[in-house]
């Protein structure tokens, strides 16, 4: 597998993992004119990752370039492909976001191009996310994200 055709996809985030968000945060609003960032503590949340389940907490913080979302990940507690990032010896870039209607349909093609999921769940409640195992073709991970409609409480 050496082709990754992201056809009418648009990178909608860049996702970038770190030991120490804030500090991440301050240079690169310090240097490089990053407005400045918002923080989100997420609760413990249960993710599937590499075929089993885990529970994962998470410090993401927010901003934008242009119309791409910067989002800085640290790695509270949890087995997860944060911490495998990190273990490894590696911080920045991690993955690349992509913004679907349907993240099934997404997965099923990359599913039949051979490709695996790694990591997937809900996030915060209304985010389902799964990242697909790229790492080793494009030197990223793709994250597809779908914001799932809340319901009304009458």
Same mark, same amino acid.
């Given at each position: 597998?050496?082709? $990754? ?9 860049? *996702? ?15 240097? =490089?004119?990053? !407005? ?7 609760? !413990? ?5 590499? #075929? ?7 410090? $993401?913080?927010?901003? /934008? ?5 910067i989002? =800085?990940?640290?790695?509270?507690? #949890? ?12 911080? #920045?870039?991690? &993955? ?14 990359? =599913?039949e /191009? #051979?490709?695996?999921?790694? &990591?997937?769940?809900?996030?915060? *409640? ?10 080793d ?7 597809f ?5 809340? /319901?009304? /409480?009458?």
């Amino acid at each position: 597998m050496s082709e $990754i055709n992201l056809g009418n996809l648009k990178i909608n985030q860049l *996702g970038y993992v770190y030991k120490d968000i804030k500090k991440q945060a301050k240079v690169l609003e310090e240097n =490089l004119g990053l !407005p400045k960032f918002a923080y989100l503590e997420n609760k !413990p949340t249960k993710y599937n990752y590499r #075929g089993k389940e885990t529970t994962v907490q998470t410090t $993401i913080g927010f901003s /934008r370039s242009l119309n791409v979302q910067i989002e =800085l990940i640290q790695l509270i507690k #949890g087995d997860c492909i944060f911490k495998e990032f990190i273990d490894a010896g590696k911080e #920045g870039l991690h &993955h690349f976001g992509i913004f679907v209607e349907d993240v099934d349909v997404i997965l099923k093609e990359y =599913l039949e /191009r #051979g490709y695996s999921v790694v &990591h997937e769940g809900i996030t915060a *409640g209304v985010q389902k996310v799964a990242h697909i195992d790229t790492y080793d073709d494009f030197g990223v991970y793709i994250e597809f994200q779908q914001t799932r409609k809340k /319901r009304v /409480r009458k």
